[in-house]
């Protein structure tokens, strides 16, 4: 009995004084002050030094894109550091291009703030905003992809472009014992500020896939932060060439959405590609777009039909329909988004019929 | 038990019972981190520190602290909160005063942490009922045996990686062979001193 006491006691006041001297060292060897952060050469933060420029920025609710929450892997976290920001960290360098080296970037999570810091990011991310949303409706598309509404709390709107992303965050759950942010494209048209839809698959293994699909029911709250994302509709008359698959349609129901309700004028083709009949979805809509828009057209195109799908549309990937339709690439521009080797194939095809590579706008996913 | 000079530790330690080839502590960040020789070279010089370090403080606890009020019993859990604690105030500190050095060494210490060699280290000399010098001896020479074999393997990384390794083996799976058949290469200095 009492060396059970004898030796609580000791471990206790051991980790005491640990405690006590590490706390010490926070207060004095990590005080570094208050410091300065410039933003952009116009915007000034005074904040406590000592932490790391994510979380920093995050308090000050300037929300740069990560996935990871701040521990150094997902490599999103990436921010120009003009001054002041100490030199790039081994635990950096893996997520680092050449070109990122470059342009001074950071990444902001293992960045320390020590003395005043000049950065630089995009004018977009001062747009970003954090939201305790609610889950409104759920709409199976297919067996493996559902169509989310959220609604945004009273009094809150949001302002994006149509292409651009919003982050969800996965809460634990479960058999899921890590927070993570996912990002997801927004369908719904900009118009649209009280809600947002977003159109989320099914991956198995995946987090936040699984936590959408499998938990996630109507009134249930999520916790929603945006717009990111440089993929948006661009402003001008050339002629628009779209391709999708799978949940990338997210972004392009969100362009063609925007296009309808403002009533532009341009002429549009919609290759939505996938690989069973079963796989397409909202094609309903796609043909009533098609008789309301200016110059639309929808053309699926799926890759594994057999006899008995009765099909009558286009069979092969989408860039093999795009081969087939697009006859120059004069005064065209695209619009892509889908899996890394769908983009691939696709980029190739549209810069072989001559649209330039910088109006090739795509989402890799 | 005969009384060892700490200088014949010292080398068993790095040849005849290093820690990664005789006892195979410290596996994790060996494998991990020992993928460039300049890398590695920083983690093991860092381990060095770090062991010289935590071997004092834990000896200083163990024999001035738990030994008095008999709670030998008590070594792991206070060895392990102790080196955690000394490699937070090491980074703390180096972070402010040394950063050179931090960028050098500094980002492998939250690795080292939670390497095993170093508790490996504390554990070893107090079973072995090392002398204070001793312990001092035997934790840089574990220090230097560890970097001995993370650079070495590093070296031989570097060589791998240009081969056509089958693929189920490629990374951790040929480093693993690779060190085992280091650690038969370590046997052969089994002849040059032996420690308990």
Redesign the interface.
């Known amino acids: 009995m009492n060396s059970i006491l004898v030796s609580t006691v000791i471990f206790t006041m051991m980790s005491a004084i640990f405690a006590l001297l590490l706390t010490i060292a926070d207060r004095t060897v990590n005080n570094y002050g208050e410091v300065k952060i410039t933003i952009n050469d116009e915007k000034e933060l005074n904040v406590k030094g000592g932490s790391s420029l994510l979380s920093t920025l995050i308090e000050e609710k300037i929300f740069i894109p990560s996935a990871c929450g701040g521990k150094g892997t997902c490599g999103y976290c990436k921010v120009e550091v003009q001054d002041g920001g100490g030199p790039i960290l081994a635990t950096e360098l893996p997520f680092m291009s050449e070109e990122d080296l470059a342009n001074h970037k950071r990444l902001s999570c293992q960045c320390k703030l020590k003395q005043d810091i000049k950065i630089h990011i995009p004018e977009e991310l001062f747009n970003v905003r954090e939201y305790d949303a609610v889950v409104e409706n759920i709409i199976d598309l297919t067996e493996t992809i559902k169509l989310l509404r959220f609604r945004l709390p009273e009094g809150a709107e949001i302002s994006f472009k149509p292409g651009q992303y919003v982050q969800l965050k996965a809460p634990l759950y479960e058999g899921n014992d890590e927070e993570v942010y996912r990002a997801y494209s927004i369908a719904s048209s900009p118009s649209n500020k009280k809600f947002l839809e977003l159109v989320i698959g099914y991956v198995s293994q995946g987090i936040a896939t699984t936590y959408v699909h499998r938990h996630l029911e109507i009134g249930d709250p999520v916790y929603i932060n945006g717009p990111f994302g440089d993929f948006y509709y661009q402003d001008n008359d050339r002629e628009m060439v779209m391709a999708a698959t799978g949940t990338g349609v997210a972004p392009i129901l969100s362009l063609l959405n925007y296009m309808k309700e403002n009533d532009i004028k341009r002429k549009a083709r919609f290759y939505f590609g996938a690989k069973k009949p079963e796989d397409l979805f909202m094609l309903d809509y796609f043909k009533e777009l098609e008789e309301t828009m200016y110059d639309f057209k929808f053309i699926p195109s799926l890759s594994r039909v057999t006899e008995e799908d009765n099909w009558t549309g286009e069979v092969g990937r989408v860039d093999k329909a795009i081969n087939k339709f697009l006859e120059d690439g004069d005064n065209k521009e695209a619009y892509l988004c889908g899996n890394a080797p769908m983009i691939d194939s696709v980029v190739q095809v549209l810069t072989s019929k001559g649209i330039p590579e910088e109006l090739i706008y795509y989402d890799k996913f | 038990m005969i009384e060892l000079n700490p200088m014949i530790i010292f080398v068993a330690a790095i040849f005849t019972n290093n820690m990664i080839f005789s006892n195979f502590l410290g596996m994790c960040s060996y494998i991990a981190v020992s993928k460039e020789i300049s ?1 590695s070279l920083g983690l093991g010089e860092a381990v060095t520190f770090v062991l010289a370090c935590t071997s004092v403080i834990n000896y200083l ?1 163990y024999y001035y ?2 030994v008095p ?3 030998e ?2 070594r792991f ?2 060895f392990i ?2 080196i955690a ?1 000394f490699v ?2 090491l980074e ?2 180096l ?3 040394l ?1 050179n050095l931090y ?1 050098a060494l500094g ?1 492998f210490l939250p690795l080292i942490t939670v390497n095993c060699a170093i508790l490996g280290v504390s554990l070893f000399m107090i079973i072995r009922n090392y002398t204070f010098l001793q312990s001092f001896a035997f934790s840089i020479g574990a220090g230097v045996g560890w970097t001995l074999a993370i650079v070495a393997l590093a070296g031989i990384r570097q060589r791998i990686k240009l081969d056509s390794v089958p693929v189920g083996l490629r990374g951790p799976g040929i480093a693993l062979i690779t060190t085992g058949l280091m650690a038969l290469a370590f046997m052969g200095f089994s002849g040059i001193v032996q420690i308990q």
Request: aromatic letters at 12%; charged letters at 10%.
């Open positions: 890398t606890i602290i738990l009020l008999n709670l019993f008590l859990i206070i909160v102790s604690a937070q105030l703390m500190i972070e402010r005063y950063p960028y980002i």
